[in-house]
Every structure is written in C-alpha cells, then in structure tokens.
C-alpha cells in the first residue's frame, strides 16, 4: 500500500469530530474521519470480497466507496462546524446536506447506483421515517428550507472539498489497496461548475434525491428480489458499520485465525491422532453439519475444528458465532476459546456481559477503575463486529429479525460465517421456532452455514433441523465411544424429595463423604431443602450445605460459585464433601462434579443436563446413582404435566432393565417420550411461532426502518428484567457514586412474568432517578431473593 496525498487545506478548517470526540482528546478534521470510514470499509471489503458478487449486485464496493467519501460531507456547514467549536445547537441533518454533492461524482455511477449511493448517505443515522418527518415536501417551492441549508456551505468551502475529490480520491484507493475491487474514479465536473451548480441548484438536488429516495423504499418495499433487499440490507450494514467504527477509534481488525484446522490442534496442543473418529470425521466436512456425541467426548473441539474447515484455502472464515442458551455457559466459553483456541479474538455479548469482563479483569488484578474502562470498551468492541470469534445467545442474532436499532450492521457480519448451535435441546419449541427460521433465512440468503450438537437429539428436532439446515453432514460418534460414557445409575424412587426419610437419607450420604447434588424445579423447593438440610447437620451445615439458584445478585451469586468451584471443581485442589441444593442454574453455571444427585422429576433433557454434574471424571467406574423421585409428578408451572409424567413412565422402564445410562440410547428415549399427543403439542406450538416469527419479521425484513414495536416485544420475549432489593437501596446507592459496574452487582434477574406480578401486588416500583426497579421482597446473601414473602423492612 503507498502513502495517500493528503488534503491538508482541510485540517485545521472543516471538523467532522470536536475534542471531546476525537481521538486522544483532539478535534478530527473531516478528511481525516473520513479516512478512518474508508479503512473499516476497506478491511470489510478484504474480509468478503466476492459479497457482491453472491449478492448479484456487482459494483456493490464502488457505491459503498462513494457513499463513505460522501457521507459526512454536509459537516461542512458554518452551523455545525461552529458547533463542534461550542457554538449552539444545529437543528439540521448534516447527511441530508451531503446529498448536494452526490451529483459530483455521478460520472463513476450509473442512474441505479447512484439511488443506492444517496440512501446509504442519507441513512447513515435515522431511519427513513425520520427523515421523511424532518424533510417533507414544503407546499410552496418559494419556502424551501433546504435553500438556507445549502448557503450554509459558502465557495471557498466547497472549493476546499472538490480539491479534495480531485485531487486525493486515486491515491487513497491505491493506499486503502482497493485497486482491484472495482472502485471507479469518476471525472469531476470543472471546480467553477461544480461550484454553481451546488451554489444555485443544491437544494433542488436534495430534495430530488430525498424524494428518489422515498419512491426507492416504496419499491424496496413490494420487492421481492434478493439482490435488491439483501444488498441493501448490507449496504446500510457495511457503511453504518464502517463510520461507527471509526468514531470508536478501532484498531485494525485482528488478523482471523479461523483457518486451517491443523493450526488449531496446534494451539489446543492436541495431536491429531488422538482424535477421536467423530473428530476427524468434522476436519473434513465442508456445509452445515449435526453433531451427536456423548458428553466428554470433546463436542467443543469438534466444533472448532469444523469451524476452520469452511475455509476455502484463500482467506480465513470471516466470523465464528458461537451460541449457548445461557449466560454462565457463555462466560465459560468465552474464557475457554480465549485461553488457547483464538487468544484475544473473541468478543462476548449478553446482556450483562460488561460485569462478566469486569470481573475477570478485577480478577487479574486491575483496579475497579481501570477494569471498568476495559470492560466497556470490550463490550463495545463485540458489539461493533470487531472480534473475529463472538460468543453469545441466539437471542442476540434474533435482535436482527427484531429490527433492533443498528440490525443491518449485524446482518451484515453474518455473511458467510460459520455458528455453532450448542446445547440446541435446551429451547422450547416457540423460541427453537424463532431460532431456527432465523437459521433457514440466513442460510438461504446470507450463505452462512450452521453446526448443531448435542449429546441427544430427538427425530422430532431432527426433523425440524432438516427444513432449517437443508442439506447437512450427520456426524455420530461410535457406539464404542458412547458405551465408554456410561457414567450414571439411574434410581426411580417413591415420594418426594422433600420429605423428612429423603433429606435424613441425603444427610447420611453426605455425612459419608460423598459430595451431594440436590435439584430441585423451583427456587421456594431448593429454599425449603436448604433449610431442613442445614438444620440437620447442625453446627457444621453453614460450612456443608450451599444453596444456589437464579434470584441470588450477582455479587452473592458469584461469593457461592466461587466456594462451590474450589469444594467440587474439576480440576481443583480443594475439593471437600458438600451438598449442594441448587435450582436447574446447575445444569449449565459451572464445571463441577459431585458424586451422586437426588432430583425432582423433570423433562428427560433437563434431568440428563443435571445428571451431567455428577461423575463427569468417570471417577466412580460402576456409574454415579443418579435418584429421580416420582414426586411431585405435575410440572410445577416450570414444566408440562404430561411431559414430566411421560419421562417418569420412560425412566421407571428403563430402571428396571437397563440402569446405567448409556446416551447412545437417549434419542430413542427422548423418541418414547415425544410422541402421541406430547408430539402433536409440540409441533402445532413450533409451526405456530414459525409461521407468525416469519411473516413478522422475516418475510418484512428490510433495511432503513427498525421497528419499536418488534423491539419491544424483544425484550420482553427475550430479557430479563433487573431488581434491586429494597433492603440493599442504601448501598447501591453508596456503590453507583462510584462506579456503576459495582452497584449493579446488587441486582436480581427476574423473568418478565415475575415482574408484573411483584408490579400487580404493589411490591415493585420505580424511582425517580435513573434506577432500576426496587422490590419490596425479603432478600438475604444466604437464601437469595424470596418471592413468597414481602420484606418487612
């Protein structure tokens, strides 16, 4: 790449940035801005270079070349320049201004071209709407507002600019090395001319392209051509993409190490003939694949590897989205692919993401101010598309579909990228319905491809994940390795886990020296064994007895993880005898191993999941005793009655004749399980949500208009909403004056559903500063939040 001429005239004179938003503390001139879009766009363009042509709109980086240039060109007005100088409030929109221009470079468009190249400029920050409401059409052609907007932007100004164009346009393209992609040059009309016609007939072109622009939507609208809303889809994504990075002050982006899955075994330090066959199998598969596998038998590593695979020999695989249903799962995920698989390439995106990064950096030592900052900026930086490896929830692609503000942006790094769909059995089927029309959109449209893996995967999944994948590779690992994973007993007992005989049994067992599971379905039933547990170990039960589950802070939450980790951690060096109670966050939040579980009856997948926390070393060769109770046998409102029923029959079957679990067979069981009117229930609920996700948000899906409406009904669908204890007002309060990250450590997620009945009962309000909710409910660091009573203090 060689050095760009650089248009000094306009350092000093036309800002695009004041000081306070320019890099290390200085104002940035506009062409300096604009070569920072140019450098995102540029380092997109090498990520994908063939995207246009798979879109079937060829000159796609020459409109998006000039629409960058361009975009910012109306910050040149006296009113905003005076602004950035800390002048008065400017009340036009600087990217409506830029349009005057658009005309200059017509020559290196065509007349189609160039109606993509003014919506990008005029898109770049309010949706079509908004614009439309600030620029409507004035009923007397003498009251133009857009004439006074135009005088803005006086000769000398504009002179400055079309030198700029003139001038410095060839050497960037060769120094951003986009010689080859297609970028034409266009030849500019005489500077005197230029000059005139903005001067006399700029407002008369901006108002001719802000109208071309609305019949384009209208088309866009009623079109059903691929090329035509996907690549505009990508066009809005590529260039708002391009110019929030560069405000951001983003780095170059990281060279992708999604190549070559030698290179990964390399960093895993695994040697390729310990591989086991279904490994192998995934080094080789190119396209979407399903993967089935026992637990322990290195699913994640195959999926790795898969991920590499779809290179193509000449570049990396642009992005890795690697989705897990829940917050601890991803933490650790997160922690795991950074560690060896892609150090400092990977980005983590939840909802309370900033305070899991906080936390780590706390744990490295950093100062709470210092990992504040970091953290924030990490969080930005996943958010911006930056890390080349994203780990995060399906929920977080969803808000595509969803219209959330900035969703072309997302759409547009899902261009043939790879995900991973880990722990797919964990959805219902609405939310599986959501994710998998999601999965069959962006397959069929964006050329991603997709990998599914689970331990267990029924026909009736199976049959969905055919209509979403198309066709794939079904990669199984060997009977053999399966029957080397049998690490379970199964014990089908009478009565309810609860009762006096169950907990003086678990007390025994634990008093024997085993590490104890309890797992119970609700927070008010792990509440309860917790406290008769305690009460009959005595003394020693603060010690022995811990309780874990979803209404815990984050702080407390993290206190009892941590204890947990070192008493019954896979690799620690501190394990001891415990009992841990714990709701189904157990099923997912940590790498632990105890030695025996009792449980409530659940759903096959959640029981196998909980199971899955006992026995992992395979410590105990004739398998963990795994005791599921056949109280109570409804569902609890977490679960459907007749699905908790059909797994009991299932189990008390499966006791009887084959105790040790072997996972080769779960698919069949889970077969048993999902059938009649259980299968019925369930497809009718998926093909419900289906086809209503679909016409919603998939078969509408456009670029230049989000959608409140679909994002509230995002969060709401999708979010957990955030309390804070009333009991803990006054340190929260002492704790936000210092540094918000550790306030929000007191919060307690709730689902929405808990939200509004706390809120129907009076116990749940709002302040007046920019809080969260405050719920009147007894709250402790031992127990956690207890919904069953209110607080009395």
Not at 420 to 442: C, F, G, N, S
Request: glycine residues 4%; aromatic residues 10%; contains cysteine.
């Amino acid at each position: 790449m060689t050095t760009p001429l650089w248009p000094d005239w306009l350092e000093d004179t036309i800002w695009a940035k004041s000081a306070e938003k320019g890099k290390a503390g200085q104002a940035e001139s506009l062409a300096r801005h604009t070569w920072y879009v140019l450098e995102r766009l540029a380092e997109a363009i090498r990520l994908r270079p063939n995207l246009p042509t798979a879109l079937g709109f060829p000159r796609l980086w020459n409109c998006l070349f000039w629409a960058c240039f361009l975009h910012d060109f109306g910050k040149a007005a006296r009113g905003f320049q005076e602004r950035l100088r800390g002048g008065g409030k400017w009340l036009h929109r600087h990217e409506v201004l830029s349009l005057a221009f658009l005309d200059w470079i017509a020559d290196a468009l065509s007349d189609e071209e160039c109606r993509w190249v003014a919506a990008a400029i005029v898109s770049h920050h309010k949706d079509a709407d908004e614009i439309q409401l600030m620029y409507m059409d004035p009923t007397d052609p003498a009251d133009e507002p857009l004439i006074t907007l135009v005088d803005e932007i006086n000769d000398e100004v504009k002179s400055s600019l079309w030198r700029w164009l003139n001038e410095c346009a060839v050497s960037w393209i060769e120094a951003l090395g986009l010689g080859s992609f297609g970028i034409q040059v266009p030849t500019l009309p005489p500077q005197a001319e230029a000059l005139q016609d903005v001067r006399e007939q700029g407002a008369a072109r901006i108002r001719y392209w802000l109208q071309t622009y609305r019949r384009w939507l209208k088309r866009l609208d009623r079109s059903d051509e691929d090329s035509l809303i996907i690549g505009t889809l990508a066009l809005r994504g590529h260039l708002i993409s391009s110019d929030h990075m560069a405000s951001a002050h983003t780095d170059e982006l990281p060279s992708s190490l999604l190549s070559r899955p030698s290179d990964l075994l390399t960093r895993l330090q695994i040697n390729e003939s310990n591989l086991y066959a279904h490994q192998k199998t995934c080094v080789t598969t190119r396209g979407s694949a399903v993967l089935i596998a026992p637990t322990g038998s290195g699913k994640t590593e195959s999926a790795l590897l898969w991920a590499c695979a779809q290179t193509d020999g000449t570049r990396p695989v642009p992005r890795l989205f690697y989705t897990l249903p829940y917050q601890a799962s991803m933490n650790a995920m997160f922690d795991r692919l950074n560690k060896k698989a892609f150090p400092r390439q990977v980005g983590l995106e939840h909802s309370r993401s900033t305070l899991a990064l906080y936390r780590r950096l706390l744990d490295q030592d950093y100062t709470p101010q210092n990992a504040a900052r970091i953290a924030r900026w990490s969080k930005n930086l996943a958010r911006l598309g930056y890390f080349p490896v994203r780990v995060l929830s399906p929920y977080q692609i969803l808000k595509a579909p969803y219209r959330l503000k900035g969703y072309e942006s997302l759409l547009s790094d899902f261009f043939d990228a790879a995900f991973v769909l880990d722990e797919v059995h964990a959805y219902d089927p609405a939310r599986l319905a959501m994710i998998l029309a999601t999965v069959k959109y962006l397959r069929e449209r964006f050329g991603a491809r997709f990998f599914v893996m689970s331990a267990t995967i029924s026909s009736l999944l199976q049959a969905k994940l055919v209509d979403a994948l198309g066709p794939f590779t079904l990669i199984r690992a060997t009977p053999d390795l399966f029957a080397q994973f049998q690490r379970h007993r199964l014990l089908v007992r009478d009565g309810d886990i609860l009762s006096d005989a169950s907990l003086t049994q678990i007390a025994e067992v634990a008093r024997s020296g085993q590490s104890v599971l309890v797992c119970c379905n609700t927070v008010k039933r792990t509440q309860t064994a917790y406290d008769e547990l305690r009460r009959k170990f005595g003394d020693e039960g603060k010690a022995k007895v811990l309780l874990l589950h979803g209404c815990f802070n984050g702080r407390d939450r993290l206190a009892k993880e941590t204890i947990i980790q070192k008493a019954t951690g896979l690799h620690s060096r501190e394990r001891r005898s415990i009992v841990l109670v714990a709701t189904q966050v157990v099923e997912v939040s940590l790498d632990i191993d105890l030695d025996v579980i009792y449980t409530d009856p659940a759903p096959l997948e959640a029981l196998l999941q909980r199971f899955g926390r006992v026995n992992r070393q395979m410590r105990l060769k004739e398998g963990a005793y795994t005791y599921v109770f056949r109280e109570p046998a409804d569902g609890q409102h977490v679960y459907e009655d007749d699905l908790v029923s059909a797994t009991l029959a299932m189990l008390e079957k499966q006791a009887k004749t084959a105790p040790l679990i072997n996972e080769d067979r779960i698919s069949d069981w889970l077969d048993e399980i999902y059938s009649g009117e259980i299968a019925d229930r369930w497809n009718k609920r998926y093909d419900q949500v289906y086809a209503e996700f679909s016409d919603a948000c998939l078969t509408t899906l456009r670029a230049f208009n989000s959608d409140e409406g679909l994002e509230q009904a995002f969060y709401q669908a999708f979010d957990s909403i955030e309390v804070l204890p009333a009991c803990l007002e006054e340190q929260y309060s002492q704790l936000a004056q210092d540094e918000p990250l550790e306030a929000s450590q007191l919060l307690v997620p709730l689902r929405y559903s808990q939200f509004c009945r706390l809120h129907a009962q009076g116990k749940v309000w709002r302040t007046e500063r920019d809080w969260p909710p405050i719920a009147d409910v007894l709250y402790t660091a031992e127990r956690g939040l207890d919904l069953s009573a209110a607080a009395t203090n």
